[in-house]
C-alpha cells in the first residue's frame, strides 16, 4: 500500500495489523483508507481492544480512543465503531464515508462469499469442473482488492481443478499467483509441480536454470514425486496394470477382457464413493 499522508495524530513505531487484509498500517489514515477499502469484508473482529490501545498510544490519539471504548463488546456496533474513526480522522470525504458505513451496515463480512465458495466446491466435488472455475472466477472478480486469504484458496483451487484436468500450465499459472501473495513455501512447490508436467525434461530443466531461486524447491519437488511414484509401484492398481499389460502381449484375450473389466468397475466403484463423500 502506498503510504498516505498522515495528519491526526503521529506515526506509530508500531503498527498495527488488520487480519481480515493481513496489512499493516502506521496511522490514523492509513487505518481509515484501509477501512474504506475492506467495508464489504469487515467483521466484528476490527473492534479490538488492540486497536484502540494502538491509537491511544502509538498514534497519541486518546480522545479517539476513549470514544472507541463504548463499542468493545457490543453487539451491532460494528458501523459506528468504523464511522466514529472516520469521522474523527476526517480523511475521507462525508460522502464516501456514509457510503462505506452503508457498506459496512448491510454487509455480513465473508459469509455470502462463503458461501459461494462451498457451491464451487459442490461443483468441484460433483465432477463439474467447468462451472466450479467459472464460480470461483466470479468470487474473484467480487472480492474487495485489499482482501488475500480467501483469494489464495480460490487460486489453489483453481490449480487443482486445472491439474486434475490435465491443463498444467493454467494450473501453473494460478498457482503462481497464489504464491505471490503468500509467499508459502507449499503453494510454490504446487506451482512448481504443475510448471514440470506441463513442460518436457529438457524444458524444465531450462526453466529451473534460469530460476535459480528454484533450486532447492524443484530438489524437494523430486523427492516428493520419487517417493509418489515408489509408492504408485507397490501398488494393487500398478500390479492390475502390469497384469494387464502382460495378458495383451501374451496375446491372453480371456484373461484380458476380464482383468480389465474388474479393473474399470472397481474405478467406477471408487468414483462413485467420491461423489458419495460429504463435502468439506
Known amino acids: 500500500m ?11 513505531d508500531k ?14 489514515e492509513e487505518l481509515c483508507y484501509s477501512l474504506v477499502q475492506s467495508a464489504q469484508i469487515l467483521d466484528a473482529g476490527i473492534m ?141 512447490l504446487n506451482y512448481l509441480a504443475a510448471t514440470r508436467l506441463g513442460l518436457s525434461d529438457s524444458e524444465y530443466i531450462s526453466f529451473v536454470s534460469e530460476h535459480p531461486e528454484s533450486v532447492n524447491a524443484s530438489l524437494e519437488l523430486e523427492k516428493r514425486m520419487d517417493s509418489l511414484i515408489a509408492g504408485f509401484n507397490a501398488s494393487e492398481r500398478k500390479l492390475a496394470i502390469d497384469s494387464l499389460k502382460r495378458y495383451q502381449s501374451e496375446g491372453q484375450d480371456a484373461s484380458y477382457e476380464v482383468a480389465l473389466h474388474q479393473t474399470l468397475q472397481k474405478l467406477k466403484e471408487e468414483y462413485r464413493s467420491s461423489l458419495a463423500a460429504p463435502v468439506a
Request: hydrophobic share 35%; charged share 30%; net charge negative.
Open 15 to 28: 503498527p498495527y495489523r488488520i487480519e481480515k487484509i493481513e496489512r499493516n498500517v502506521y496511522s490514523a
Open 48 to 188: 479490538d481492544p488492540s486497536l484502540v490501545s494502538w491509537l491511544r498510544e502509538e498514534c497519541g490519539l486518546p480522545e479517539l480512543a476513549d470514544r472507541l471504548a463504548p463499542y468493545l463488546g457490543k453487539e451491532r456496533a460494528l458501523s459506528d465503531f468504523v464511522s466514529e474513526i472516520l469521522t474523527y480522522v476526517g480523511f475521507v470525504p462525508q460522502e464516501k464515508e456514509e457510503t462505506t458505513r452503508q457498506i459496512v451496515s448491510s454487509g455480513q463480512g465473508m459469509e455470502p462469499f462463503e458461501k459461494r465458495m462451498a457451491n464451487a466446491s459442490y461443483l468441484a466435488e460433483g465432477a463439474r469442473p467447468y462451472e466450479a472455475l467459472e464460480e470461483y472466477d466470479a468470487i474473484l472478480a467480487s472480492l474487495p482488492s485489499p482482501e488475500r486469504r480467501m483469494r489464495t484458496r480460490i487460486l489453489c483451487e483453481e490449480g487443482r481443478i486445472y491439474a486434475q484436468l490435465f491443463r498444467f500450465r493454467a494450473a501453473a499459472s494460478c498457482y503462481e499467483k497464489a504464491y505471490q501473495l503468500t509467499g508459502s513455501s507449499e503453494i510454490y
Open 2 to 12: 502506498a503510504r498516505v499522508i498522515y495528519a491526526v495524530g503521529r506515526l506509530a
